[in-house]
């Protein structure tokens, strides 16, 4: 309890930072929403010239890239702490050093280190796709669709969220921030955002056997659009998202643990 109270105020503190100047906080919030929207813009109106893709029409694929830009939103502002971008100068001139001397834990110090309101913006183009997605692929709704929904979302932050630690554990070695690590991750989060059947078949078996963003996204939309399976997995492969998050959030914290008890100060 001490510790969540703690975090709840390193939040009060990040949000009372960006609201000081509150013109230049909307004016981030919306042109963070303007350019992410004209990108998908743009795509939707090359779809419309040749009417699909792989059989995915132009609502489906919002869907996916709706619920992909949403998350993705959410997810970096809970973990923006662990952005490598942000994590890797800590290590670089040493701030993670007096991180390490305060009596609070330093994930839970890192969480609330960083609070990006303006990816409110990019959370709000994605919900405006996503709901736009929703009406018009004509989804029919049912029971269990309505309650796996909020799971889905929860468990694609995760496992986003998961990408991130790992990203940062390994400046622990490197000291820099690694290229490879965005690659993976602002890449594996943009190849989610349209149907996987898309994609080579080497890029398919990466997402599905080594990072499988797979599960994440695409089967759950098979499930959600009532769209048949063309790569024919499993009938359970749309309900597995909860699962792979799980294992891929533990295993990132792992990993995270492991680099903390093997940190060595870079003396800066």
Not at 122 to 140: D, K, N, P, Q, T
Request: glycine share 6%; with cysteine; hydrophobic share 55%.
């Amino acid at each position: 309890m001490y510790t969540f109270s703690i975090y709840l105020r390193l939040l009060r503190a990040q949000l009372r930072s960006q609201f000081q100047y509150r013109a230049s906080f909307w004016l981030d919030v919306f042109t963070t929403a303007v350019f992410s929207g004209v990108y998908f813009l743009s795509f939707a109106l090359l779809l419309e010239r040749f009417g699909q893709i792989d059989g995915w029409r132009l609502g489906e694929i919002a869907f996916l890239a709706g619920m992909t830009e949403l998350t993705f939103a959410l997810m970096d502002l809970i973990f923006s702490g662990f952005d490598p971008d942000f994590f890797a100068p800590n290590v670089q001139m040493g701030r993670l050093d007096q991180i390490f001397l305060r009596p609070v834990s330093i994930t839970v110090q890192l969480l609330g280190s960083r609070l990006v309101l303006r990816r409110l913006g990019r959370a709000l183009e994605g919900l405006v796709i996503l709901l736009f997605g929703i009406f018009a692929s004509g989804m029919h709704w049912t029971l269990a669709k309505v309650l796996y929904l909020p799971i889905l979302m929860v468990s694609q932050i995760f496992c986003m969220g998961a990408l991130f630690i790992a990203g940062s554990t390994i400046t622990f070695w490197t000291v820099q921030r690694v290229e490879a690590v965005n690659i993976v991750t602002y890449g594996g989060v943009e190849m989610m955002s349209y149907p996987m059947s898309i994609y080579p078949a080497w890029i398919r078996r990466f997402f599905t056997y080594v990072l499988p963003f797979i599960f994440m996204n695409y089967y759950p939309a098979l499930f959600f659009l009532d769209k048949p399976d063309p790569l024919n997995m499993p009938a359970f492969a749309p309900f597995l998202a909860p699962f792979v998050a799980a294992i891929l959030f533990w295993l990132a914290l792992r990993f995270w643990r492991f680099g903390l008890n093997h940190y060595q100060s870079t003396g800066s």
